[in-house]
C-alpha cells in the first residue's frame, strides 16, 4: 500500500535498533561538542559567514543563502534556519552552528533507514545501512562540517533514497524527502 501500515511493536523496537546503528558514528563528534564546543571566535571565512547569517534568522534578516565572491547567493537559508535554534541554545559560543550540522547528518543518516526498513525487507534495510556506515567510515569528518560544500553531501544521499522509497509506493517517505531536499538545495548549487 502507499501508506506505511500500522507499525508492530516489534517492528518500531527494530526501527528504534536501525536508528541508533545509523547515527553511532556520529555520537563521540556530539559528544567533543558538548563537553569542549567551539570557541566564539574559532570560526572563519564561509564559516564565520555562515554564523553571522544564522544569528539573523531571528530578526527576519536571512533571506538568501550564502553570498559568493562572485556577486550571487546560494538559493536559500533553510540550512541556517535549521542550525538557528541550536545557534540560540550554545550563544555565544559557535557550537549551536555545528550541532544543527550534526542534527541534519543524524536525520540523514536515520529516515532513509527507517524507510528502508517500514517498506522494503530487514535485507534491504541492513544494505542501506551498511552503505551509510561506509560512508562514515571514509567520510565521517565531512558528515559534520557545516561549510555548505560538505553538509550538502548526506542529505543529498539520503534524499535519493528516500525518494526511491516514494517511487516504490513509500508516500510516507516523502516528508523527510521533502525537508532533506529543500535543505540540499538551499544550501549549495
Same mark, same amino acid.
Given at each position: 500500500?502507499?501508506?506505511?501500515?500500522?507499525?508492530?511493536?516489534?517492528?518500531?523496537?527494530?526501527?528504534?535498533?536501525?536508528?541508533?546503528?545509523?547515527?553511532?558514528?556520529?555520537?563521540?563528534?556530539?559528544?567533543?561538542?558538548?563537553?569542549?564546543?567551539?570557541?566564539?571566535?574559532?570560526?572563519?571565512?564561509?564559516?564565520?559567514?555562515?554564523?553571522?547569517?544564522?544569528?539573523?534568522?531571528?530578526?527576519?534578516?536571512?533571506?538568501?543563502?550564502?553570498?559568493?565572491?562572485?556577486?550571487?547567493?546560494?538559493?536559500?537559508?533553510?540550512?541556517?534556519?535549521?542550525?538557528?535554534?541550536?545557534?540560540?541554545?550554545?550563544?555565544?559560543?559557535?557550537?549551536? /552552528?555545528?550541532?544543527?550540522?550534526?542534527?541534519?547528518?543524524?536525520?540523514?543518516?536515520?529516515?532513509?533507514?527507517?524507510?528502508?526498513?517500514?517498506?522494503?525487507?530487514?535485507?534491504?534495510?541492513?544494505?542501506?545501512?551498511?552503505?551509510?556506515?561506509?560512508?562514515?567510515?571514509?567520510?565521517?569528518?565531512?558528515?559534520?562540517?557545516?561549510?555548505?560544500?560538505?553538509?550538502?553531501?548526506?542529505?543529498?544521499?539520503?534524499?535519493?533514497?528516500? /525518494?526511491?522509497?516514494?517511487?516504490?509506493?513509500?508516500?510516507?517517505?516523502?516528508?523527510?524527502?521533502?525537508?532533506?531536499?529543500?535543505?540540499?538545495?538551499?544550501?549549495?548549487?
Amino acid at each position: 500500500s502507499s501508506i506505511a501500515p500500522p507499525l508492530s511493536r516489534a517492528l518500531r523496537i527494530e526501527l528504534l535498533c536501525f536508528a541508533l546503528v545509523a547515527v553511532l558514528p556520529l555520537v563521540p563528534y556530539l559528544t567533543l561538542l558538548l563537553l569542549d564546543g567551539v570557541p566564539r571566535y574559532g570560526i572563519y571565512a564561509d564559516l564565520a559567514l555562515m554564523e553571522h547569517e544564522i544569528r539573523h534568522v531571528w530578526s527576519g534578516e536571512t533571506l538568501l543563502g550564502l553570498g559568493s565572491r562572485f556577486r550571487w547567493h546560494h538559493p536559500g537559508p533553510a540550512l541556517f534556519y535549521v542550525c538557528a535554534p541550536f545557534e540560540a541554545l550554545f550563544r555565544p559560543s559557535s557550537t549551536g /552552528m555545528y550541532v544543527g550540522t550534526w542534527v541534519i547528518a543524524a536525520l540523514s543518516a536515520i529516515a532513509p533507514v527507517v524507510a528502508t526498513r517500514i517498506h522494503a525487507t530487514r535485507a534491504h534495510a541492513i544494505g542501506v545501512l551498511l552503505v551509510y556506515l561506509a560512508w562514515f567510515a571514509a567520510f565521517g569528518n565531512l558528515a559534520v562540517n557545516p561549510w555548505v560544500r560538505t553538509v550538502v553531501v548526506l542529505p543529498f544521499l539520503s534524499y535519493v533514497v528516500l /525518494m526511491a522509497v516514494f517511487a516504490r509506493g513509500g508516500t510516507f517517505a516523502l516528508l523527510p524527502a521533502a525537508i532533506l531536499g529543500t535543505v540540499v538545495t538551499h544550501t549549495h548549487v
